[in-house]
């Protein structure tokens, strides 16, 4: 059966989410977890080093402003998930208003950033990215503070990577999660209902909450 962003999107509402071997591989096949990745929005861990660098940036946040070049900025690496079949997926999902990209700008050059799927109040991270020090750590950083702004209650991180982790992420059992999507998908929320934060505003509330 061919993939069209109907069926990605159902897959994403089970629990589900799609990937290749790599690349060249044509072949695209579901997975579900046994434990499943998560980023709580209450709960980022922000070191005192990476408020310091956060509050000295002149880097601007910005969301939607170039979807594929996040993408593509994704599967630039050794070994990517991300085929063909994928990115013209993901760009179909965006241009229904389902995918978004949360891009760190240095300029006018993309240095980080996340791209994800959105259904209800959850956000199902893919990828993210880092062409400068700290980058995704930043990009990740405020890409939590504006998901929390707008209402969304779950971030999705897939797996739980030591970076991820380091900076707050936790892992669920494959049924926890299920029952946190299943809370999440009942609610609504907007990628889209507010600007993109500025780094310092995000240090200062972070501050403020912890």
């Known amino acids: 059966m061919d993939l069209t962003p109907e069926i990605l999107l159902h897959g994403y509402s089970i629990g589900i989410f799609p990937m290749a071997e790599n690349r060249n591989d044509p072949e695209v096949f579901w997975v579900d977890p046994r434990l499943r990745g998560v980023m709580p929005l209450d709960g980022f861990h922000m070191s005192r080093s990476l408020a310091r660098a956060m509050r000295r940036s002149d880097w601007q946040v ?3 402003t170039d ?9 630039d690496r050794t070994e990517t998930w991300i085929n063909a ?10 241009q ?14 993309l240095v980080g950033g996340v791209y994800g799927v959105t259904l ?16 995704s750590k930043m990009a990740l950083a405020a890409c ?4 929390r702004r707008c209402g969304f209650t779950l971030f999705d991180t897939q797996f739980l990577t030591d970076h991820l982790k380091s900076l707050g992420g936790v892992e669920v059992s494959r049924a926890g999660y299920h029952k946190m ?6 609610g609504q ?7 993109p934060p500025m780094l310092q505003d995000v240090v200062q509330r972070s501050t403020q909450t912890s």
């Open 62 to 64: 910005a969301i939607n």
């Open 67 to 75: 979807f594929l070049g996040t993408v593509d900025a994704c599967a």
């Open 85 to 94: 079949e994928i990115r013209s997926l993901y760009n179909a999902l965006h």
């Open 96 to 109: 229904q208003g389902y995918a978004h990209s949360f891009e760190l700008y240095e300029g006018v050059s």
């Open 120 to 135: 209800g109040t959850a956000f199902f991270g893919e990828s993210m990215f880092s062409r400068r020090t700290n980058a």
């Open 144 to 147: 939590v503070d504006h998901l």
């Open 181 to 186: 999507l299943e809370k999440a998908l009942q």
């Open 189 to 195: 929320a907007s990628f889209t209902a507010l600007p």
